[in-house]
């Protein structure tokens, strides 16, 4: 007789996915027990060589990539051309027919065209990064004043003024608008309710200031400190600063805490101080607008032009060079070295910038003097 062997019985069950298709099998019984295998430990010793191919090759190219846009390091080097706009600016509005013409130039048209292509390749902190080197200084200011028939127009820049413009009448006594011109400040016009730096410049010697934030703020009354107490009494020079804010939540804190902004401004210059949301993205390259986090000085004559100007902390001169020097009336010290890069050789030799901008600014106000006299402005 044959004895049948008896084999344990087991329960196979197929697992479904929701198409209806078989995505695994499984047996499962009390009889049916796998099999353990005990296989010794080991320890497994890769190479620096294996770890390095192992990583992968799209973001060694995106670390390439980033190395190659951020900004470099680059010797700081005098104003290189004439900074401003071909077109003489204007401060009342246009008419139907000029915006149509403007709206329809091809010209103007591509020349926006290439700054937004320019502009959408930049990082968004691209001038967080440019802080680094020199403090976000990008030149230093000349020791001259740039000729007349090569200089260009400073474009014009609208808004609401810290304060309201004194009101005295213009046929008072000279001795009389003098007194009240160094109480109150000078007259500032308006046009629309908003004030026009292009308007308040007009037959004007000028110091234009741009600023952004507190940063530049302090940089700004190191230029002009002692160069606006000194010429303030004269009645053709303005100190016009524009708080440029292009930003909606920035805008809304600048005008929330204009009280704060007056306590650190001197009464005089309430009037001349423009808040402006105007868009400034066209312009950046024509002023040398290069980094919006920085300050910027611009010395403009008469006609509205642009004559000099200075960016950064002012270089304080061949007589303050001693290490570590740093005075918040007069300027810093540029860097000889390090993360900040190497200063042009021969370049910072001479005068401060300061010292420039008063040598440059008496120029002016002299040559307007003269032509007051000859009642030729």
């Known amino acids: 007789m044959i004895l049948a062997k008896t084999i344990p019985r087991c329960t196979v069950t197929r697992k479904t996915n929701f198409r209806g298709l078989v995505s695994s099998t499984s047996i499962i019984s009390s009889s049916c027990k796998p099999r353990t295998q005990h296989t010794p430990q080991r320890t497994l010793h890769i190479s620096k060589k294996h770890c390095l191919q192992a990583i992968d090759k799209d973001t060694v190219k995106t670390l390439a990539t980033d190395e190659e846009q951020s900004p470099k390091a680059i ?224 010395l403009v004559d008469w006609q509205g032009r642009i004559r000099w100007a200075g960016c950064g902390d002012p270089w304080v001169g061949d007589e303050h060079t001693h290490s570590g020097h740093r005075d918040s009336h007069m300027g810093t010290r540029l860097p000889e070295g390090g993360p900040g890069g190497q200063v042009m050789e021969g370049v910072v030799q001479g005068l401060g910038e300061v010292q420039r901008l008063e040598r440059c600014l008496n120029v002016l106000m002299n040559r307007l003097d003269t032509l007051i006299q000859a009642k030729k402005v």
């Open 75 to 298: 010797p700081l080097q005098l104003l290189p051309r004439p900074l401003g706009v071909r077109e003489k600016p204007r401060w009342t509005p246009l008419s139907i027919g000029e915006r149509k013409d403007a709206f329809l130039d091809q010209e103007a048209r591509k020349e926006r065209e290439k700054i937004l292509m320019k502009l959408s390749s930049e990082a968004y902190y691209s001038d967080v990064h440019k802080m680094s080197f020199h403090a976000g200084k990008r030149w230093i200011a000349p020791e001259q004043l740039i000729k007349e028939e090569r200089s260009l127009y400073f474009p014009n820049l609208s808004g609401k003024t810290l304060g309201p413009s004194p009101r005295y009448s213009l046929a008072d006594s000279p001795e009389l608008q003098k007194r009240n011109q160094m109480e109150y400040g000078p007259l500032i016009p308006t046009t629309n309710g908003n004030a026009h730096a292009a308007q308040i410049a007009q037959g004007n010697v000028s110091i234009i200031a741009i600023v952004n934030s507190q940063i530049s703020h302090e940089q700004i009354k190191a230029w002009t400190a002692s160069v606006a107490e000194k010429w303030r009494p004269h009645e053709r020079f303005r100190l016009i600063t524009v708080n440029v804010q292009q930003n909606p939540l920035r805008t809304f804190l600048v005008s929330f805490f204009t009280s704060r902004l007056k306590q650190g401004i001197p009464r005089q210059f309430h009037q001349s101080y423009i808040i402006s949301y105007d868009n400034v993205d066209f312009i950046r390259d024509a002023i040398g607008l290069e980094n919006k986090f920085v300050g910027h000085v611009y």
